[in-house]
């Protein structure tokens, strides 16, 4: 009797923490899917937000956002801030400003979160001794950066495109073409953005990438990364004319880091053949690398990416 108690309370608390992490929103609804599986990497979470009044008689533009624990509400998140997702959509929205659009929040796996955003191809790129300069890095706490030696962003957006988008377009009356498909993110998940739309220009129209984590690890001194993923952007951009992509960054905490870097960036994309009609770079001073700074500038990627 005891044990079929004891069962009964881990039932109940399990479900009470599941139930606690499902986001609340002040407009919109939220689809939760709990332990999304996946052949390629570990289950996580999946919410699926949509407009307050989604029809699924009417098609949407779908904005794949990394990072996906951290889009609505703060109460769940680690440190009680959020991006606001639901809020900068809905007003966008109720002023006819952007297309009808649904967005496909993917959560990261916490330890894993590194290993799966790093880009795989300028990572593998290295030599033997310059790829264990970024596996045996420390954040400042100490902490490892990597939890296991394994890169697997590959993976990650194999199962974006090839799991994920097939779930959400046969399940909400969506628009599957490459032009109302955008991805989006910050720091690392804005890494993994424009990482997934040079590997899948034909699925990604747009992509949104906010405080670009470049450095990939936590400083640029004797860190081989930043060239080799540089030199991957300069073979692998997506053509301009069908695709668009926005970079941001702030001036202070790790946002510091990147100028440089971007400048660098920016100059493989004029080479391109990026314009200011499908291409903007930003720069927020006095910005720091958190949600608050990013939800304050969102509707600017928002409204470039879905703008009507």
């Not at 001794?129 to 990650?156: H, M, P």
């Not at 599957?176 to 220009?201: H, R």
Request: hydrophobic share 40%; proline share 5%.
């Amino acid at each position: 009797m005891m044990k079929r108690i004891l069962v009964i309370i881990l039932i109940m608390y399990s479900s009470m923490a599941a139930m606690a992490q499902i986001p609340k929103v002040s407009t919109g609804i939220v689809r939760h899917f709990e332990n999304f599986n996946s052949k390629f990497v570990a289950p996580r979470i999946i919410d699926v937000w949509l407009p307050n009044d989604y029809d699924p008689g009417k098609k949407y533009a779908v904005l794949y956002m990394n990072d996906g624990g951290s889009l609505f509400d703060s109460s769940i998140v680690w440190n009680h801030q959020e991006w606001g997702v639901d809020d900068v959509l809905g007003n966008l929205l109720s002023l006819g400003k952007i297309k009808n659009c649904i967005v496909v929040g993917a959560w990261n796996t916490g330890v894993t979160r590194h290993n799966e955003y790093l880009p795989q191809k300028p990572f593998e790129a290295l030599s033997k001794s310059k790829k264990e300069i970024l596996l045996e890095a420390k954040r400042s706490s100490g902490q490892a950066v990597f939890t296991t030696y394994q890169i697997i962003s590959d993976n990650y957006l194999r199962f974006l495109v090839q799991e994920l988008k097939p779930f959400i377009d046969s399940h909400f009356s969506t628009l599957p073409d490459q032009q109302n498909t955008f991805i989006a993110g910050s720091s690392m998940g804005a890494l993994i953005s424009i990482y997934a739309i040079c590997e899948y220009p034909n699925v990604f129209g747009g992509a949104a990438c906010l405080s670009t984590h470049w450095t990939g690890i936590f400083r640029a001194d004797n860190n081989p990364f930043p060239a080799s993923m540089l030199n991957y952007l300069g073979r692998h951009l997506p053509a301009p004319e069908n695709h668009k992509i926005y970079f941001d960054l702030g001036t202070e905490t790790i946002d510091s880091l990147y100028k440089p870097f971007q400048l660098k960036a920016d100059k493989k994309m004029r080479q391109k053949g990026f314009n200011s009609n499908n291409w903007i770079t930003k720069t927020y001073p006095g910005a720091d690398h958190s949600e608050r700074s990013w939800n304050k500038r969102l509707d600017i990627p928002f409204l470039f990416l879905l703008g009507n």
